[in-house]
């Protein structure tokens, strides 16, 4: 009984100190922490391979926790163990202080898990429900390439359990045969405001999962004994055979061992003050009941395996002339243009050669985003990751898998991406190296029609472009390439780059503007004209429909700067130069909604001083299908001639005025 008897003490010890840290933050989530403080504590103290003294190795077993407002648990046993945490000089163990100082701005504690503040114990920014599944999946593809005997535990609550991406990661688990993962849920019977439904009943989750293809396990977890017969059970499972991945349904209590303080339907508040004696004496009761006592030496933490940390120096990415002839696509270049999903296809398949750190998922649309150039090359294919119709399951399986340092590329169509805009914030929080690809943007997709344009993107990428992290960069780069030459380019400096990308791609054919040794960074622009009377600064798609347009006027005699703006962030004091220099009118044009490149370029006008006048040209009215792009900008209002048009307005007013 010696195992049990120190489990049910460390678990009590663990409670009581989550119990004082959310009191004394006046915040938290006290009666989460303690329906997972047996599950917490045979894990961390006696199960899992891991240093407890060092930031977790590559080999070592990791914990994700998807009911992220459970941490407490998590960081009373850090204060216990001395996790390693952020300090000023550098890391250092975790104390109980720290733990007491949950929540507070200057902490490394926060309110949800975040290993970017600080505690890398936890894997990734959690908190945000249903998205854990799906990291611990990406974080398994990343043991398995690198050779790691490592497993992944993730504890999932039964309320999150109602979310779908939870289900699209069970589908990828048992499609990958991922037994490396362990998924465990927390079945404390209480969401926020109520009780679960029955769907997600323990009996119901184990039908679920068992239906999936799972090898389902239910437990009493506040068992120890229980508890450790299931984990060793997952332990056992064996690839060659095809054993499937052991799910784990624990029945809990929320708030075990003093429910007669706070109860357990009580979600989101701490103890009170004055209460707190009257909880810890609850639990001190429930401790002589089970006969709790710490036994030194009944709780042993296995060291993991030695793991031969992976190859990630490459070598040098050939230019697109050279990987297109490399690989067989010379005929590409015949025609004079190219649409930039195929140059970005072309990229990431020479990418791979280069960089044995980049891997590749895609949604079920590789024929169409070309990441296909990718996974049919025999040398690459093990490295490619079906994710089918589920983008949100993909994009945090790529976030699981930046976690262990590769290098993910996340394609499928740029309006189908915004299924996952709360699992990209989720990754973005967490500060990861993530690389997201949206082609058949903009409305020059034409004839599909609204439903298959991405078109809001751009408003809601480039919020991300205006935060910076620690080192000034900023929180992501938003690239919109104009052709084939640039989308190459681009996606290579995407590689080059420690921190995240979103690249926007084009499903049409459009000419090279650039030559093959033309040179492009992050943040940059290029200018392709100058003039002196007016500066267009147009992106994507629509920089060939300004360079028309700049043509048409100059046959009037109005010379016009053009800029293609492929980046944001881009250089604020350039472009307020530029229009400067062009008598302080500007006019940009794209083919996306409002709050995107034109919003940008104003406020950074606005933002360096000076007089300007700026006209921004977007999509305005809801699109609809036509035959070919020249046909749909026409109905709105965005062809060459209206954008010729608008030029002479805007000169006209600057004239009046």
């Known amino acids: 009984m010696s195992f049990t008897q120190s489990t049910h003490a460390k678990a009590i010890e663990l409670i009581k100190l989550s119990l004082e840290m959310t009191t004394a933050a ?12 047996h599950l917490v504590t ?32 998590v960081y009373a046993a850090g204060a216990d163990l001395g996790l390693p945490v952020a300090g000023r000089s550098g890391w250092r163990p975790m104390t109980r202080d720290d733990a007491l100082d949950l929540r507070r701005l200057e902490s490394p504690i926060d309110g949800h898990p975040n290993p970017a503040e600080g505690f890398p114990f936890f894997p990734a920014a959690t908190g945000s429900l249903g998205q854990g599944l799906s990291l611990a999946a990406g974080m398994a593809l990343a043991g398995r390439l690198d050779g790691a005997a490592k497993r992944v535990f993730c504890l999932i609550g039964d309320g999150e359990s109602r979310e779908g991406q939870v289900w699209e990661a069970i589908d990828f688990l048992i499609d990958y045969r991922l037994a490396e993962v362990c998924p465990i849920f927390n079945c404390n019977q209480f969401g926020q405001s109520d009780a679960v439904s029955d769907q997600q009943s323990a009996d119901r989750l184990a039908a ?45 209590h929320k708030g075990w061992g003093f429910t007669d303080v706070l109860g357990s339907d009580v979600h989101g508040k701490p103890v009170p003050e004055d209460d707190l004696p009257a909880a810890m004496e609850s639990l001190d ?30 070598t040098e990415t050939p230019t697109f002339a050279e990987a297109t002839k490399k690989y067989g696509y ?19 398949r020479a990418l791979g050669h280069s960089h044995p750190q980049v891997v590749a998922l895609d949604g079920d649309v590789r024929n169409s985003t070309y990441s296909e150039y ?26 699981g898998l930046a976690v262990e340092h590769k ?88 590689a080059d780059h420690d921190g995240a990308c979103y690249l926007r791609t084009l499903r049409p054919d459009v000419p090279f503007v650039y030559e093959d040794d033309t040179p492009f960074e992050l943040g940059g622009h290029k200018v392709l004209l100058s003039g002196r009377d007016l500066l267009i600064v147009a992106t994507g798609y629509m920089v060939h429909e300004a360079l028309t347009a700049a043509r048409k006027l100059h046959q009037r005699d109005i010379y016009a700067t053009v800029v293609d703006a492929y980046s944001l962030p881009f250089d604020e004091a350039a472009i307020a130069g530029l229009a400067g220099e062009n008598g302080g009118r500007v006019l940009t044009v794209e083919d996306n909604y409002g709050g995107g490149f034109g919003a940008a370029v104003s406020d950074a006008l606005a933002a360096q001083g000076g007089t300007f006048s700026v006209r921004q040209m977007h999509v305005r009215r809801i699109p609809k299908s036509g035959r070919d792009p020249d046909e749909v900008l026409e109905y709105l209002e965005l062809s060459p001639d209206h954008i010729a048009a608008a030029a002479e307005e805007c000169l006209a007013a600057r004239v009046a005025s």
Request: proline letters at 6%; one cysteine or more; charged letters at 20%.
């Open 26 to 37: 006046g915040s938290g989530h006290p009666t989460s922490a303690a329906s997972l403080a």
């Open 42 to 73: 045979v894990l961390m103290y006696s199960h899992m391979r891991y240093d407890p003294g060092s930031i977790p190795q590559w080999g070592a077993d990791r914990l994700v926790l998807s009911e992220g407002h459970a941490c407490p648990i």
């Open 208 to 252: 679920k999962l068992t239906a999936a293809g799972c090898e389902t396990l239910q437990i009493d977890g506040h068992d120890p004994e229980a508890i450790r017969e299931a984990l060793e059970r997952h332990a056992a499972w064996d690839e060659e055979t095809g054993t499937p991945p052991v799910a784990i349904v624990a029945r809990t």
């Open 285 to 314: 009761n429930t401790a002589k009941r089970l006969e709790a006592a710490w036994t030194e030496g009944d709780l042993t933490i296995d060291r993991p395996e030695h793991a031969v940390e992976p190859v990630t120096s490459g």
């Open 330 to 348: 010379e005929k590409l270049l015949d025609k004079g243009e190219l649409a930039t999903r195929k140059a970005y296809g072309v990229a990431l």
């Open 374 to 399: 990718f996974a049919d090359d025999p040398l690459l294919a093990q490295r490619f990751f079906k994710c089918r119709i589920a983008e949100q399951n993909m994009v945090s399986v790529a976030a």
């Open 407 to 494: 290098v993910p590329f996340a394609s499928t169509f740029g309006k189908f991406l915004m299924r996952g805009y709360d699992q990209l914030e989720m990754a973005l929080i967490g500060r990861l190296n993530l690389k997201v690809v949206g082609s058949h943007v903009g409305v020059s997709l034409a004839a599909d029609g609204p439903s298959q344009m991405a078109l809001p993107d751009v408003g809601y990428f480039r919020a991300w472009t205006t935060v910076r992290r620690s080192n000034g960069e900023p929180v992501l780069y938003l690239l919109n390439p104009c052709d084939a030459y640039s989308a190459y380019a681009l996606t290579l400096a995407m």
